[in-house]
Each structure stands twice: as C-alpha cells, then as structure tokens.
C-alpha cells in the first residue's frame, strides 16, 4: 500500500473549480494524511464536486491537485484505478442481482469475469451479505443497498476508498453497523475518504477532518485538534487553587493561571485553575503539587467542545471570512 | 475482513495505466452490462420480431408485391438506416450521463477516448446487426444474388457506424441530440443527397443509398452530368466519416466536464 501512515495523499493547493460557470470550489487548499479523513459540509458545499476533481472526472480551473503522490488529471487513470468509489448518485447496476452489480463493477477496474465474480463474492461475504446477494437489487432494502456499493467499490482491492454519503437513507443501527465496517477496512489498511453532513458519521470514523463551507475550506487537519482548540488546555476545580498553586505550577514548568468562573449575570461562583499538559509527564508533575500545597480536585477536565459546536464555530468563522472579503 | 488479493494486485495494482486492449474490454463490459439488463432493449427485441414476422407473412399471402418488398428494402437503407441512427446514438453516450449508468465506468482505469469509441462501435454493431437481420430478410423475400446481399450487409455495417458517430457527436454537443441529429439528417443530408447536383457527394445519405442500391434524386431537370459515386468510393466516404465522427467524439468526451455525474 502505497498511501502510508502520515503521507499525506490528498494535497489541494489553490483548487478553483466552476460548473455551470457558477465557481464550486474556491481556492481550496489541504493537505491531508489521515487514515480516515472526513469531507464535512451542508449540501451544496462542493463536496461531491471536490471527489470529482480528486477522481479526475471534473477539472479543476486553477490549481494543484495531488493524489496518492499522483498529480491530476495527468495520473487520473492511476488514481482511478487505485481507488474505490461508493458514488451517491450512481444506483446499483439495474436488473441484476447483487452479486452481478458488484462483479460488474469488478470487471469495469479491470478484473476478467471470472475473477472479478470470484472477488464479488469474497467482498460481499466480507462486508456480511449473505444469500441476499442472489436477490435482484431492485428488491433490496436500503441498507442492502449500501451495503452492495461498499461491496461494489472494494471488488478491485482498492488502496484508497472514496465514500459519498455511505450512510444515506439508513436508520441509526443500519448506520453503526456499516460504519463499523469501514472502520474495519480504514485498519487493514486502507485510506479511506468519508464524505458526509452527518457530524456524527465522521466523528466516528474519522482522524482528520476537511471542512467546506461554500467552496472554500473552514478547516484542513486533524479531529483532536478541531474539539481541543487548547491544545492540551485542562481545567481543575476544587478548594486551594489558589495563587500558591499557580506559581508553583509555573516554577515545575507548567504554563497555568487562574480564572474565575461565572454564571450569566457574572457573578463569581468559582475560582478555577487552567493549565496546558501535553502528557502524563505534565499530568505527574500538577499531581505532585496540588499534593504538596494540600489543595483538593474535585473535578479535572480536557478544555475540549462537543465535534458540532467545534464546526458551527469553524463556519460561522469560515462565513464570516468570506463575507469580510466580499465586502 | 477483507485482505488484499494478491491476485486482483496484480491485474489492477499500481499499473500506471493499463493495455489498451484491456480498456476496451473494460469498456465494452460498462456498454453491455446496463445494455443486456435493460427492459427496454427487450421489449425492442420483441418488437422487432415481431415486425420481421408480419413481412414474411404479408410477403407469403401475397399481400406486399416483390416491387412494395423492394421499396421496403430501399426504405430500410435510407432514410431507414439513418433514423435509427439517431434514435439509438443516444446510447453510446448521452443516456449513460442523463440516467448515470455511466458514472462507474468513468470512475475505472478506462481512458474516456477508449470508452467513447468503443461505445460508439458497439452501438453502431447494435444498428447493423438490426438493419443486417431486416435487409437479409428482404433479401430471401425477393430470392436476390449473394453478390447484392453482401452489398446491403456492406451498407448495413457502415451506413450504421457513419450515423451513429456522426449523431453521437450531436449528442455530445447538445443536450437536444435527437432533434439536432433529425434536422441535419432531413435539411441537410438528406436534402443534398437527393439534388441531381454534383454537391450531392458531400452528403452521406446519398453515398449509403448508391451502396444500398437505392439511387433516387429529386426529379429536377438537369443539363449537365452530376458526378455519382460508386460502391467503393461510397465504402470509403462511410468510413472516413466515422473516423473523423470517432476521433471528434473521443476528443470532446474526453474534455467534456460533465456535471451530470458528480
């Protein structure tokens, strides 16, 4: 597999990209190497557009688009042939049963028809359909469905998995089980790009994160980074933090302070202490002197936010940007 | 789980490109696959079946006369051949956009060049074989020479691939294909073919209806000899515009942004 841990594969730089004469992309530029890598926006965003150009089927106006190494559109055929695509529009392969629909996608990356029968199989028992798969797919229900394009994207043993709204259409169990599944892939091994509005679907899945909002990105990087904005910031509660603390933080090499916590009307209901850790080396050493000055932690917590208010923030960030420019 | 096959690895992995032989099976198997599943193209079939009987059965009670059999044989060349062109050239391409069967295909290690042309091909082979069963038949109606059943299977083959290139490229240009194709045919072609003018050898229609036997011009009066082609020179007109209909196909899909698919 050559898209390797910490290589980056999806490398956007300036990426202009119109349709229609309408601009869809606007100097989209990311670079990305995540296992698992989230493509997060509200419908219209430009997210399908931006799996086009990564496939080499749109072309991009302005800019460079690099995958897996492979520069685009020149590579779009290597790209195509090393990656899978579960596309949101494309239906299954109507009349057939499932097991046609995905060797005939077997047989469209290449696969001769007997073996790409043989992969069909082997990728839908992997992905736990069953006798199903003799069924025609016009009967199949909606997590069958998806189920056979997931099947359909992985028959030509892709290193990189292209998914657009996998998880569309499907109740709340339906959606765990298939993204477990994916995660199941994302370990052995495979890339995997994971386009959805559903926060929820990428937070499981997902280490990176790219974020659209109206053709433009709100945020390129890591998960962890994007819901602990501190970066490492903790927060203790307790009796005796006090002042003492602080400075005795400060002398052990912490960077802390103390804030005052308020309710809405600001008045003071606590006094609270704030620190950076980046490890357990960082988390020893504020043990080791709230011990010595006798203070007490009732409660210690990651400065972290919930995935979705990180994002509104990201937007209404990303939005406001965009209106300064415009005006 | 699923683990990689060393055996797929080998026939799709990491291959900068793959042989162009390989790309045209691949391209076929994406044209026959909604093709063959297509409820459409069955009930066609029954159709046209249906349609071959009752000439053998009006032709044995007597009811179409040799001369009505013939007339049908050359309707069937021109603007027969023609018509069908533009109704069924829709299927190389254009209705693989519109209806997104396509989408898998262009998202495979197929050159779009190598999926236009093949498309296109196996859409003419589609006509021919159609128009080749329907002159044959004819043919064994009227008890004609071998010599002039090759020249209609002839006129069959490339009449079929000359007018699905050609409309394909209408297609691909417009999104109004079939009218577009059905205006160029009627005002065009067709007209120009028929003058009794030496201009008449610009036009297609009028080279497959000298291969296909059917050389009628309007009834102008004329002064001078207008220059006629032959079948040879009518074999090699059909196939040069197929060519350049291909070759033109193949450049416009392969630059086309199609936002249909994504």
Redesign the interface.
Known sequence: ??ASNGKPWIELDGVDLA??GRPVLRGVSATLSGRAIGLVGANGAGK??L??AL?G???AQRGRIRVMGLELPQ?A??V????G?M?E???I????SGVDAVA??G???????R?ALR?AH??LD?LGVGEERYRATDGYSTGMRQRCKLA?S?C??P?VLILDEPTVGLDPAGRIQLLTLIR??A??GRRILLSTHVLHDAEFLCDEMLLLESGTVAYAGPVATLVDPGAGSMIAEGEGLDLAVVESLLAAGLDARLEEARTRTGSVTATRLRFLSHGDTDLTRFWAVVARHGAEVRRLRRDSVSLEDAVLTVMDGARERSRGGRS | ?????P???A????????GRL?AIR?AS??FW??VT???ALRRLLVLASGFLALIVVLSVLNILSRGELRDLRELTVVPGIPLAAALLSEMALRDGITQ??L?????????RTVLAGTRTVLTAVLLAVGSATLLTVFHLLLRASFASWAQDMLAAAVGSLAYVALFGVLHLLTKRGLIASLALFATFDWAIGMLPFSIRLLSPSYHLRVLGKAPHAFPIPVFTEAAKSNPFLATVVLVLVAAIAIYMTGRLFARK???E??
């Open positions: 597999m050559s349709r229609g399908s557009t799996i086009g496939l089927v749109l072309r590579h055929l290597e195509r042939t090393r990656a695509v596309a529009q494309a239906g392969f109507p009349g057939g005939y996608a047989q469209l990356n290449g696969l001769p028809r073996e992969r082997r990728a992997a359909m992985l030509h043993d290193e199941g892939l370990e052995e | 789980m699923l683990h990689p096959d055996a797929t690895q026939v799709t992995g990491g291959s900068a490109g793959i390989d691949i198997a994406g696959g909604p599943a297509a409820r997104r069967t989408l898998y295909a262009l998202l495979g290690p197929a050159p942004n199609l936002p698919l994504c």
